[in-house]
């Protein structure tokens, strides 16, 4: 890959490009066939939660000068597989009041906001500007922490196709707070009150 090209892609990373989470997505024939051989249980819907935060978050803590971005992908479809199987494991044994809580803690999207207001704002105008079935399905994964199987009951449909709907309104939310991205760049600077404009 050229300097030029690698770039580029960086940059597509950081600013939600669809065709760059599509060459990411391609690296689930990898990720998945791993995460069987270490005996996770639901690989598949791992790799596609794995990819949906990546999109979501748009690759916030990805450093290219600490390591290839397919073993950093692989790394990030570990830990949300051992992060899944633990709170599975919890769950057996703690009280149901002590439920929301894990909930909570465990999301994937809170760990991710590190109290960036900018980018916080940006995602809740853009998660406005979406459907109310776009928002629900968001809601449920990134809000409650709910899994495919889990939303699938609650919604009254299949995890398939709670995965396909979750990938459509990830997407579309991305692409919606790019569209916001570009408006506040090209927003003009305000000056401050008071100052000479001679």
Same mark, same amino acid.
């Given at each position: 890959?050229?300097?030029?090209?690698?770039?580029?892609?960086?940059?597509?990373?950081?600013?939600?490009?669809?065709?760059?989470?599509?060459?990411?997505?391609?690296?689930?024939?990898?990720?998945?066939?791993?995460?069987?051989?270490?005996?996770?249980?639901?690989?598949?819907?791992?790799?596609?939660?794995?990819?949906?935060?990546?999109?979501?978050?748009?690759?916030?803590?990805?450093?290219?000068?600490?390591?290839?971005?397919?073993?950093?992908?692989?790394?990030?479809?570990?830990?949300?597989?051992?992060?899944?199987? %633990? =709170?599975? $494991?919890?769950?057996?044994?703690?009280?149901?009041?002590?439920?929301?809580?894990?909930? !909570?803690? *465990?999301? /994937?999207?809170?760990?991710?906001?590190?109290?960036?207001?900018?980018?916080?704002?940006?995602?809740?105008?853009?998660?406005?500007?979406?459907?109310?079935?776009?928002?629900?399905?968001?809601?449920?994964?990134?809000?409650?922490?709910?899994?495919?199987?889990?939303?699938?009951?609650?919604?009254?449909?299949?995890?398939?196709?709670? %995965? =396909?709907? $979750?990938?459509?309104?990830?997407?579309?939310?991305?692409?919606?707070?790019?569209?916001? !991205?570009? *408006?506040? /760049?090209?927003?003009?600077?305000?000056?401050?009150?008071?100052?000479?404009?001679?």
């Amino acid at each position: 890959m050229s300097e030029a090209t690698t770039k580029g892609f960086y940059k597509g990373l950081h600013t939600g490009n669809l065709q760059t989470y599509e060459l990411i997505w391609q690296e689930g024939s990898r990720v998945i066939p791993a995460l069987k051989r270490m005996k996770f249980e639901d690989a598949e819907d791992t790799w596609h939660d794995c990819w949906l935060n990546l999109l979501y978050t748009r690759c916030a803590d990805y450093d290219p000068r600490k390591g290839t971005l397919p073993k950093w992908v692989m790394n990030k479809a570990i830990l949300l597989a051992r992060t899944r199987r %633990r =709170k599975k $494991l919890r769950s057996k044994t703690v009280s149901i009041e002590e439920t929301g809580e894990l909930s !909570n803690e *465990d999301s /994937l999207i809170g760990e991710n906001k590190g109290g960036n207001q900018e980018k916080l704002a940006l995602l809740e105008q853009g998660k406005a500007a979406l459907s109310e079935r776009d928002r629900i399905v968001i809601s449920l994964k990134f809000d409650e922490g709910l899994e495919s199987p889990a939303m699938a009951e609650r919604l009254g449909t299949t995890s398939v196709a709670v %995965r =396909k709907r $979750l990938s459509r309104a990830v997407r579309r939310l991305s692409v919606e707070i790019g569209r916001l !991205n570009k *408006d506040e /760049l090209r927003r003009p600077t305000k000056e401050p009150a008071g100052a000479d404009s001679s």
